[in-house]
């Protein structure tokens, strides 16, 4: 056997390796725990509020707070890289982020006045 397959062996090898300890683990899991029906398990459960039985409205702040969330994450992907490289960019890499977080701000700021960050 070569290096080059020998290489390939070690690969197989560990990914069986894996496979059988994950197995492992989920076979040992299911002999060990507890097998009993409870009835409130399979209950369905939505942000605090008792399930009806039909189709059930979600509150729309849930999401816009999840898409606030998501908007400033993307803000901070955005100026973690810009500040890295701060000295090759200059006053135009400056400027343009200056103008990027000025937008962000505005947005905020628009969504603070139409009550949308008020959770009560």
Known sequence: MTEFYRS????????????????FMLGLGRLIRPVRAQE??????????DPTGTFGQSNVRY????????IFDVEAVFIFPWAVNLESL???GLVEMTVF??????????AWRKGVLRWA
């Open 8 to 23: 390939y062996l070690a690969v197989a090898v560990l990914i069986l390796a894996a496979i059988g300890m994950v197995g």
């Open 40 to 49: 409130q398990k399979y209950i369905p459960y939505e942000a605090g509020s």
């Open 101 to 110: 977080v000025v937008v962000l701000t505005l947005g905020l700021v628009y």
């Open 90 to 92: 200059g006053w135009f």
């Open 63 to 70: 999401y816009v707070f999840a898409l606030l969330f998501v």
